[in-house]
């Protein structure tokens, strides 16, 4: 069904954060000056976004957004969404990722399969998928679940050969967690509860909860995870996708956002950019002298969370001192430190169930 590319996901897996992804270091002479080019630009005192992993992003922007960090602008890290192939060249892809006319992030893209072969776009990936494929694909609510996700990654396929144990596809299975969490609470195919606090112990031991922020806002109580790596002492922030009907309605407001664009990228969506603006605002005064404890740091999410990070990444990255948009997100890095595990805040007032006449794709 794809490409044939697994040395290009070795390749990509390289060029990535050492011990943010659990990778080595040392990389081949076809990368060798790229990671310098990395190193140089990541020892500056603007802290950067080192990678993104999105889960089912919904589309950002007119023209894809990329990593004006890196030479080939394109993000490092990875982007999925799940698809099913059907006879006569039809398809189902998950309905969040193909929710609008938009474009996704230049990053690496996967397109999950389940007992078939999925493809893989190595960077600069397929920002134009799942919505402009010559058919376009049919919007499948179930396929948004984090769980389609999670029980993919551990047996994904590409050219007939299993490609889970793959650094880049590993990682990605693991960070499924975090996004998943990030909504407070989830119940797995056993209805069984797990919090993020709980998610994070069982599937990512190197890791630890060192910060949980909240936003309350009109449509909902926005919540802002960092993890940290012991290890590396590298992080993560993850964004916490749409969990009510409020800001269900935010996905679907996807006209062209402020004039002025945001943080020089214009043609945004319109209700991710106010939602990032007022995170930024509340949350990232705390968050900023956290994150200048961590030598490198990515960002992950689903849903709506997916596409935060995405925005969030690219305006990291840009290096647009003065704008206003910049300003209110930056931080500086510092000295590298572990910081102190913490305990999960009590369930907030919108971890509830919603109705059952909602779809699925709504949280």
């Not at 609510?141 to 590993?170: C, P, T, W």
């Not at 069984?192 to 922020?213: K, Y």
């Not at 106010?274 to 968050?287: D, N, Q, T």
């Not at 009590?346 to 909602?358: A, M, V």
Request: aromatic share 10%; hydrophobic share 40%.
């Amino acid at each position: 069904m794809g490409p044939p590319w697994p040395w290009f996901v070795l390749f990509f897996s390289c060029v990535c954060s050492a011990h943010l992804l659990g990778v080595d270091d040392e990389c081949t002479e076809d990368c060798s000056l790229g990671m310098l080019q990395v190193r140089a630009k990541t020892s500056a005192a603007a802290g950067l976004v080192h990678c993104v992993f999105t889960f089912g992003a919904v589309a950002t922007s007119k023209a894809p957004l990329k990593d004006l960090s890196q030479p080939g602008q394109s993000f490092r890290g990875l982007r999925l969404y799940t698809e099913n192939a059907l006879p006569m060249n039809m398809r189902q892809a998950d309905a969040g990722a193909n929710l609008n006319e938009f474009y996704h992030a230049q990053v690496a893209t996967l397109v999950l399969r389940k007992d078939q072969d999925s493809d893989f776009y190595p960077a600069p990936g397929r920002a134009d998928l799942p919505r402009h494929y010559s058919h376009m694909p049919i919007s499948d609510i179930g396929l948004h679940d984090m769980k389609e996700y999670i029980e993919r990654l551990l047996i994904v396929q590409l050219n007939g050969k299993d490609a889970h144990g793959q650094k880049l596809f590993s990682n990605a299975y693991h960070f499924a967690y975090l996004a998943w969490g990030a909504y407070e609470t989830q119940k797995d195919r056993n209805h069984r509860s797990w919090t993020m606090e709980e998610l994070i112990h069982t599937n990512l031991p190197d890791w630890q909860l060192v910060a949980q922020h909240q936003h309350d806002t009109l449509e909902a109580v926005d919540n802002i995870w960092l993890t940290q790596n012991v290890n590396s002492l590298d992080c993560l922030i993850v964004f916490e996708g749409t969990h009510t009907f409020n800001q269900f309605f935010r996905n679907l407001n996807s006209s062209a956002g402020r004039k002025d664009g945001y943080c020089g990228f214009s043609d945004i969506h319109n209700g991710y950019v106010s939602k990032l603006h007022w995170l930024m605002k509340h949350v990232m005064p705390i968050l900023r002298p956290q994150l200048a404890k961590c030598p490198k740091v990515g960002c992950t999410g689903h849903s709506l969370g997916g596409s935060l990070c995405h925005v969030f990444a690219a305006c990291a990255n840009s290096g647009r001192a003065g704008d206003p948009d910049y300003e209110l997100q930056k931080w500086t890095a510092g000295s590298p430190e572990l910081m102190p595990a913490v305990r999960q805040r009590p369930l907030s007032k919108d971890n509830f169930q919603l109705p059952t006449w909602l779809p699925k794709w709504v949280r």
